[in-house]
């Protein structure tokens, strides 16, 4: 099949412009593309806040503000359920790392090819620089908070359990974390380009049929692929932070219990 095509659709997949400095080499395309990507969460972020924090004459909360609380409170809400007690940071960072990823796969379903498959904004979740970048920052952030929680003796200290001899195959299991998340990401919007490239080989006639339902398609996978991603790190924290909370509520229990017997003699 791929022998039939003409030698004018070549398609090139992966292919970015790049510039070299100090001996390193840099994908231009996908740096715009994540500059944009994050420029456009900032704007969101703040248009967002704006709107939120504004105490409107009538004192009715405006449709977004409404959105906006119904969002943040569904998504505390689940993590609690599922999870249990979670740092308060926890929720905002998922949040935010849906709607960058989200604006990073939609990238890819914008018009901006040029003539000569010139892509000026490609999907830069489709470079594996970009998904390790995030992976690494995610699960460094949660090996601090672990460290944070529980001190470096108590977190390091589930690396033995349940028995010690585990502990190659759970300091393996640890390092291979940022890699699935880097690469599940990856794969799912690289297939993506490479279905959206061979759809371009279909005659323009007929061309706005599969490019709609791919589009469509693709765009919904964006948003799972981001969800999952963020849903994946909120789990992880969760993970490093297990025990904690536990033993801190305990703690409180304990101590709402000695000041309740304590009252009653103060009372007499």
């Known amino acids: 099949m791929i022998g039939l095509l003409p030698l004018s659709s070549e398609i090139e997949i992966g292919e970015h412009t790049t510039r070299t400095w100090l001996g390193m080499t840099f994908n231009i395309d996908t740096i715009i593309s994540t500059l944009v990507a994050g420029a456009i969460v900032l704007l969101m972020g703040f248009a967002v806040r704006r709107v939120v924090t504004r ?17 943040v409170g569904q998504v505390n809400k689940q993590v609690e359920d599922n999870l249990g007690r979670v740092h308060p940071f926890v929720a905002p960072l998922a949040i935010s790392l849906f709607f960058f990823i989200l604006i990073c796969n939609w990238l890819e379903l914008l018009p901006t090819e040029l003539n000569g498959g010139t892509h000026l904004l490609p999907a830069p979740t489709a470079d594996t620089n970009l998904t390790y970048a995030l992976a690494a920052v995610t699960m460094v952030s949660v090996w601090a908070f672990g460290i944070q929680q529980k001190g470096a003796k108590g977190y390091f200290k589930h690396f033995l359990e349940p028995f010690p001899v585990l502990l190659p195959l759970n300091i393996l299991e640890e390092l291979v974390k940022p890699i699935t998340l880097a690469l599940r990401l990856f794969g799912n919007i690289f297939a993506g380009g490479i279905m959206l490239a061979l759809i371009g080989l279909i005659p323009i006639a007929a061309l706005w049929i599969p490019n709609l339902l791919w589009k469509s398609f693709d765009a919904a996978i964006g948003v799972i692929q ?32 000695e000041s309740g017997e304590e009252t009653p003699a103060l009372a007499h």
């Open 55 to 71: 105490t409107p004459e009538d004192h009715v909360p405006t449709r977004l503000q409404l959105i906006w609380e119904a969002v």
């Open 226 to 257: 981001a969800f999952i991603f963020a849903l994946l790190a909120v789990l992880y924290f969760a993970m490093a932070g297990a025990g904690h909370d536990d033993h801190d509520e305990a703690h409180e229990t304990d101590s709402d219990d």
